[in-house]
């Protein structure tokens, strides 16, 4: 017969000893040389993101005339900017701007449009990345997209519009409103063309 209260006492009792010893061991100060290699470690893992936005920022300015490498830093982008914190950060970083600059002037329609979902994809829902949008006439790009020629461009520009509109901002609602945009978007998906959109919200 198994004696279940004396297996139980010496289990308790070669545990208590092992988790001593153990202790006595790993309680030792630690070492410049181990401390050095732990924060090297740390360091290895950690990414600064702010500096990584800043890096494809001035490469995105750089290359602007390099298509398959704008869609790669923009791919990059999308990435990093899946965090609110990050989209907010991003626009103090100018990058925001750059993005909008982007949707106008660029001479390719890929990057065009990928420049635009990125800012819907940060505008939707966030209200203070709305509200910076707003503040930067973002929705001025309906008169970009009166001249935009290529379908995916424009299928982007609307995104941002209904991203900006979008949630509980209900200032960038009203500006659309009063600026008639649901009879704009009306007309444009039935005539594909209207009058000048920015006429309307330039002073609001």
């Known amino acids: ?20 010893d153990l ?7 630690m070492d410049n040389e181990r401390r050095q290699w732990l924060t ?14 800043e890096g494809i920022i001035k490469d995105l300015k750089t290359h602007k005339d390099d298509e398959e490498t704008l869609l790669q830093l923009l791919d990059r982008l999308d990435e990093t900017l899946e965090g609110l914190s990050n989209s907010l950060d991003f626009c103090t970083l100018g990058g925001m701007a750059l993005l909008l600059d982007m949707v106008r002037e660029s001479e390719f329609p890929a990057v065009r449009m990928h420049s635009a979902l990125i800012i819907a994809i940060c ?5 203070d990345i709305q509200e910076y949008l707003l503040d930067s006439s973002a929705l001025l790009l309906i008169n970009t997209y009166l001249n935009e020629k290529s379908g995916m461009a424009r299928a982007g520009i609307l995104s941002v519009i209904s991203a900006m509109v979008r949630g509980t901002n209900l200032r960038s609602k009203r500006v659309f409103l009063d600026a008639q945009g649901l009879q704009l978007i009306r007309m444009i998906i039935r005539q594909g063309e209207t009058e000048d959109f920015g006429q309307n919200i330039k002073e609001r």
């Open 40 to 53: 090297e470690a740390m360091q290895a893992f950690h990414i600064d993101e702010a500096a990584l936005m």
């Open 23 to 29: 202790q006595k061991k790993e309680m030792r100060p």
């Open 1 to 20: 017969m198994v004696d279940w209260p004396g297996l139980l006492k010496w289990s308790t009792n070669f545990h208590d000893k092992d988790a001593t």
């Open 123 to 127: 505008a939707q829902n966030n209200v």
